[in-house]
């Protein structure tokens, strides 16, 4: 099962986005959902993680207040509400789901599925 993600563009510093990321014809249970990015040039870092129940979450202490995660069950989608945008915030921004557990600091490797990857420019 893919996930969709879009959202992304390019918006100036202190502008606002929204990242979604769909999982049509989902079939089997979602445990966790995560966002990650990867600046140009850079290895893929974690960005935030919701469980999905919704009562945890969880972000990168860079995007903390700034940020916010959350999910619609019926439409098995997850969302990423940017604010502030920075243009260190310049990156493509990945979803990802993990189907057995959810963690606090998740790595790559925590997540089996993952969408194409959404591009987030944020200019001076």
């Known amino acids: 099962v893919q996930l969709q993600a879009s959202g992304g563009g390019l918006v100036q510093a202190g502008g606002s986005l929204r990242l979604s990321c769909a999982a049509p014809g989902r079939t089997y249970s979602t445990y966790a959902m995560g966002w990650f990015r990867q600046p140009p040039g850079k290895e893929r870092e974690f960005v935030a993680t919701?469980?999905?129940?919704?009562?945890?979450?969880s972000y990168a202490d860079s995007v903390k207040g700034r940020f916010t995660i959350s999910r619609d069950i019926a439409k098995n989608t997850a969302y990423l509400g940017m604010n502030s945008l920075k243009p260190e915030d310049t990156a493509v921004y990945y979803c990802?789901?993990?189907?057995?557990?959810?963690?606090?600091?998740?790595?790559?490797?925590?997540?089996?599925?993952w969408g194409q990857g959404t591009l987030v420019t944020v200019s001076s």
């Open positions: 919701i469980k999905w129940s919704g009562d945890r979450t």
């Open positions: 990802a789901a993990n189907r057995l557990y959810y963690s606090g600091s998740p790595v790559v490797t925590d997540f089996d599925t």
